[in-house]
T-cell receptor, first 110, second 110 residues
Framework: EADIYQTPRYLVIGTGKKITLECSQT?????MYWYQQDPGMELHLIHY???????EKGDLSSESTVSRIRTEHFPLTLESARPSHTSQYLC?????????FGEGSWLTVV | GEDVEQSLFLSVREGDSSVINCTYT??????LYWYKQEPGAGLQLLTY?????DMKQDQRLTVLLNKKDKHLSLRIADTQTGDSAIYFC??????????FGTGTRLQVFP
């Protein structure tokens, strides 16, 4: 069973606020990912990382940014949240040929 | 570019078999996956198949892969109400990232 954790699970914040979604894994995986999923819709890759100090933008354009200072952590930041950022954000890391997901962070911007 | 397609909805009666279909475009896919997502929850890896295999069976789940037609299917035998969820097909491109389909919402009725 993979150990990958996301916090917060649920968050409601006001427009214009800065928010950081945390993602941590304890398995030393180099490759980590952030996906965005609107309710009942498909997943879109927004960021990924191949290791420390490596970050790349995914297929879906996103106003969020990520950092990878340590192998274990891959936080995602929105500098100024807007209602259009309301979505579920899923973090994942890879082991061998399999990607494992965290439980997701549900963000609502009002 | 990479594209993964699924039908959006499937309804089956409890006890019947369910077959969820998926087509993909990238012939260089190495692994293909099925994920299950229950309402308000994260993604659960159900099973995966390596691209040089035709079939994989795991208890009630059978995965069939037709590499020539780039078609993947998931068969759930003896479908139960607890199987109601959204099922996502995904392809692994060079093991760097997962590309997801739109998801198929499976509804099981008594």
């Amino acid at each position: 069973e993979a150990d990958i954790y996301q916090t917060p699970r649920y968050l409601v914040i006001g427009t214009g606020k800065k928010i950081t979604l945390e993602c941590s894994q304890t398995m030393g995986h180099d490759k980590m990912y952030w996906y965005q999923q609107d309710p009942g819709m498909e997943l879109h890759l927004i960021h990924y990382s191949y290791g420390v100090n490596s970050t790349e933008k995914g297929d879906l354009s996103s106003e969020s940014t990520v950092s990878r200072i340590r192998t274990e952590h891959f936080p995602l930041t929105l500098e100024s949240a807007r209602p259009s950022h309301t979505s579920q954000y899923l973090c994942a890391s890879i082991r061998g040929n399999t990607i494992y997901f965290g439980e997701g962070s549900w963000l609502t911007v009002v | 570019g990479e594209d993964v397609e699924q039908s959006l909805f499937l309804s089956v009666r409890e006890g019947d078999s369910s077959v969820i279909n998926c087509t993909y475009t990238d012939s260089s896919s190495t692994y293909l996956y099925w994920y299950k997502q229950e309402p308000g929850a994260g993604l659960q890896l159900l099973t995966y198949i390596f691209s040089n295999m035709d079939m994989k069976q795991d208890q009630r789940l059978t995965v069939l892969l037709n590499k020539k037609d780039k078609h993947l299917s998931l068969r759930i035998a003896d479908t139960q109400t607890g199987d109601s969820a959204i099922y996502f097909c995904a392809e692994s491109v060079n093991t760097d990232k997962l590309i997801f389909g739109t998801g198929t919402r499976l509804q099981v009725f008594p």
